[in-house]
């Protein structure tokens, strides 16, 4: 199980900042990714973070995305720079064992001035 | 960069089957995993690999491959199977993971 938490509502070019709870399970063994879906629209891979805290990132957002980890709280994190209404968006964390197998539950993300 | 290309909409009668397509060059190497996504839930994974599904999703869910083409199947469609699908793969060129549009499938 994921549970996600993070500010719904922000203004152009503050910092987005969502983390990402696993119960049941341990980060170990997996890759961790963050996902999005602006409304209307298809899903967009940000990024991953092994378990051992490497990253790889969507080179579209590669300047703006941090990912880290904290393996004593089984959570990870995501924080996008810079954000505007483009970034407005439901974000999703998942797992990833070879293939994006558990999803988070979403968290809605506006971006308004 | 890789893309993958699905229809937006498709519409089957109750108990009918449904195929939901996904293209792109990426699927010539890769099978994509496929995920259905309801308002307000998380995304549940239906297919992956070849031709596997998860535990609890029923067997009326399966794909198929040919060429640069993915098919997701369901056979006698429930109201319950109302809902977008992505299909999604490694994209062939770099290490991430790209999805395509979604398809509205309509029961």
């Known amino acids: 199980h994921l549970q996600q938490w993070g500010a719904g509502l922000l203004k152009p070019s503050e910092t987005l900042s969502l983390s990402c709870a696993v119960s049941?399970?341990?980060?170990?063994?997996?890759?961790w990714s963050w996902i999005r879906q602006p409304p209307g629209k298809g899903l967009e891979w940000i990024g991953e973070?092994?378990?051992?805290?490497?990253?790889h990132y969507n080179a579209s957002l590669k300047s703006r995305v941090t990912m880290s980890l904290d393996t004593s709280k089984n959570q990870i994190s995501l924080e996008l720079t810079a954000i505007n209404a483009a970034d407005t968006a439901v974000y999703y964390c998942a797992r990833d064992s070879g293939k994006i197998d558990l999803w988070g539950q979403g968290s809605l993300v506006r971006v308004s001035s | 960069s890789s893309e993958l290309t699905q229809d937006p909409a498709v519409s089957v009668a109750l108990g009918q089957g449904a195929n939901i397509t996904c293209q792109g060059d990426t699927i010539r190497h890769y099978h994509p995993n496929w995920y259905q996504l309801k308002p307000g839930q998380a995304p549940i994974l239906v297919i992956f690999g070849k031709n596997n599904r998860p535990s609890g999703i029923p067997d009326r869910f399966s794909a198929s491959r040919s060429g640069d083409t993915a098919t997701l199947i369901i056979t006698a469609a429930q109201a319950e199977d109302e809902a977008f699908y992505h299909c999604n793969s490694r994209d062939n060129d770099v290490y991430y993971w790209v999805f395509g549009g979604g398809t509205k499938l309509t029961v």
């Open positions: 973070i092994s378990h051992s805290g490497s990253p």
């Open positions: 049941g399970g341990s980060l170990s063994g997996y890759h």
